[in-house]
């Protein structure tokens, strides 16, 4: 079965930094995008990054570059988001996700499966 676990949430001070994981399994993870996703009360699920496994293409949300940092180790099979400067306005629920193929499109309509998601909390 397909799974994404995703841990490493928290609550920070701004300006703190968090470094998000998702441990995908269930299937070849060189052949997937993968994207984190976040959701704020009230809010629509929004893209924040994404990393292409097959070549390491990335993508970023206006809103975190220069902030956020994805990366992936394909020998542990995980993905990363180093969260930096954190603001209260990135409070939200994070989800890593798998695209539907191996570009990333960011557009949760395109994902195919989600992983549960992990609670980020920047206090000001």
């Known amino acids: 079965d397909v799974q994404l676990q995703a841990s490493g949430g928290g609550l920070v001070q701004a300006g703190g930094s968090l470094r998000l994981s998702c441990a995908p399994s269930g299937f070849t993870f060189d052949d997937y995008a993968i994207g984190w996703f976040r959701q704020a009360p009230g809010k629509e699920r929004e893209g924040v990054s994404c990393i292409s496994n097959s070549d390491h293409s990335t993508y970023y949300a206006d809103s975190v570059k220069g902030r956020f940092t994805i990366s992936s180790d394909n020998i542990k099979n995980t993905v990363y988001l180093q969260m930096n400067s954190l603001k209260p306005e990135d409070t939200a629920v994070y989800y890593c996700?798998?695209?539907?193929?191996?570009?990333?499109?960011?557009?949760?309509?395109?994902?195919?499966?989600w992983g549960k998601g992990t609670l980020v909390t920047v206090s000001s």
């Open positions: 996700a798998r695209e539907a193929g191996a570009e990333c499109t960011v557009v949760p309509d395109w994902v195919d499966y």
